[in-house]
Antibody, heavy 121, light 107 residues
């Protein structure tokens, strides 16, 4: 069965960096795009962008350029989200979500459990 | 960028009642590339509907989606206790985006 397992909660100080992992199993990792979705405390879902798991090419949504980097390690079927120069407003739960399609144009049936990143001094 | 506006923000209903949730897009959603998700506290979202009206695997038939262009609706025919949650619409045709959500709460 398809599973996406994310790394555990992180507590970081402002200005630090964090790297969240999303390990996939139960399917061919390079056949489906991977998306990242942010949810700030008490707020709605916000699409951050997606990465082509075949080419490694990332696409970032408006507002998620510069400090946010999507990457892959296909040898271990894992996608990563790295956020640098962390700010308090980056405090949120970050989800990976597998696309139905390879090209980022599908819906998301499979989601990771979410990773809470807390930024506080 | 397509902006999705969901209404109402909160829906207060009793078990057994019918729920009608609206999602309006700022421009036409191509090929009805619209999905609905349910989210409960502390859980990841769960896919309910894709392609505006197709139920995902394992979703009860009391959930139905309809609409096209800029106006979409999620209907829950008879609310069960487990249906009280937050519901989000999403367009995934071009630069995906989510609506702000509708909370369905127990009256």
């Amino acid at each position: 069965q398809v599973q996406l397992v994310q790394s555990g909660s992180e507590l970081k100080k402002p200005g630090a960096s964090v790297k969240v992992s999303c390990k996939a199993s139960g399917y061919t990792f390079t056949s489906y795009a991977m998306n990242w979705v942010r949810q700030a405390p008490g707020q709605g879902l916000e699409w951050m962008g997606w990465i082509n798991t075949n080419t490694g090419n990332p696409t970032y949504a408006q507002g998620f350029t510069g400090r946010f980097v999507f990457s892959l390690d296909t040898s271990v079927s894992t996608a990563y989200l790295q956020i640098s120069s962390l700010k308090a407003e980056d405090t949120a739960v970050y989800y990976c979500a597998r696309d139905f399609s390879w090209d980022g144009s599908g819906w998301y049936k499979y989601w990771g459990q979410g990773t809470l990143v807390t930024v506080s001094s | 960028e397509i902006v999705l506006t969901q209404s109402p923000g909160t829906l207060s209903l009793s078990p057994g009642e019918r729920a009608t949730l609206s999602c309006r897009a700022s421009q036409s959603v191509s090929s009805s590339y619209l999905a609905w998700y349910q989210q409960k506290p502390g859980q990841a979202p769960r896919l309910l509907i894709y392609g505006a009206s197709s139920r995902a695997t394992g979703i009860p038939d009391r959930f139905s989606g309809s609409g096209s262009g800029t106006d979409f609706t999620l209907t829950i025919s008879r609310l069960e206790p487990e249906d009280f949650a937050v519901y989000y619409c999403q367009q995934y045709g071009s630069s995906p985006s989510f609506g702000g959500g509708t909370k369905v709460e127990i009256k």
